[in-house]
């Protein structure tokens, strides 16, 4: 009997071992995102990694992963505005996507900002948001169906964007569930930041003005789109 309580012992501490060698995390081998090549399109929460000190959570999402993500982001980008035209399709369009294996399209708070006719999640055509982001995934797919599309919804903001102001008579909240609706719809995962991720009016650290994310902003940012990230597997090709 005393042998078999040494053994079990024994037995539980190489188990023990072995789940602290290769438990969770980024450098776990259950990692299935870990080498993949990515593309991310956006706002300028996403271009803002490539110049600015603060940074976007491109500067951590990359080390996070494991995965190369290429920063395709664009200032003032929307999918359809007045001011900025269709700055976020005409991006998709122009990529190449042959080595590609996961494409990231994070907005929409421009579209939302600016007053943009959001439409129905069962558009199909480019004169509403809802459209322009169904004729974006459809685009990606056509190129390359083998790719992983992940769809990331801004952060609740501060002052102008905070969770209480309504642009065409909508709150952010209500206008980005509309637009989750269309990637829903198409078994497209989302990355829903505006309702987990934990960034809100009342939240002043995480922002250097209505959106804009400071550095401890930008590292909440990445941690959350991971965090989610983890729930969803890419494509088997």
């Excluded at 198409?186 to 009342?202: A, D, Q, T």
């Amino acid at each position: 009997k005393r042998q078999y309580v040494i053994y079990l012992s024994l037995l539980l501490s190489l188990i023990s071992i072995t789940v602290v060698i290769g438990g969770g995390g980024k450098n776990s081998e259950s990692n299935k995102w870990k080498g993949l090549s990515a593309v991310a399109f956006g706002t300028s929460l996403t271009y803002r990694s490539r110049t600015d000190d603060t940074g976007g959570y491109l500067r951590y999402l990359p080390e996070l992963s494991g995965m190369k993500i290429e920063n395709s982001g664009v200032g003032s980008g929307a999918l359809f505005t007045e001011k900025s035209g269709l700055n976020i399709l005409n991006q998709v369009k122009s990529h190449d996507y042959d080595d590609i294996d996961v494409v990231l399209i994070e907005g929409f708070v421009n579209d939302w900002y600016y007053n943009e006719n959001l439409g129905t999640y069962l558009d199909t055509d480019v004169t509403t948001v809802c459209g322009v982001l169904r004729t974006a995934i459809n685009y990606i797919l056509e190129i390359n169906p083998a790719i992983t599309v992940i769809v990331i919804f801004d952060p609740i903001g501060t002052q102008e964007t905070s969770e209480l102001s309504l642009k065409c008579g909508r709150s952010q909240y209500d206008y980005y569930e509309e637009l989750a609706k269309v990637a829903g719809s198409m078994g497209i995962p989302v990355v829903k930041l505006y309702s987990i991720g934990n960034m809100n009016s009342r939240t002043p650290q995480y922002f250097i003005d209505n959106i804009h994310p400071t550095e401890l902003g930008a590292k909440q940012t990445a941690n959350m789109i991971w965090k989610e990230l983890q729930k969803y597997e890419p494509k088997i090709n």
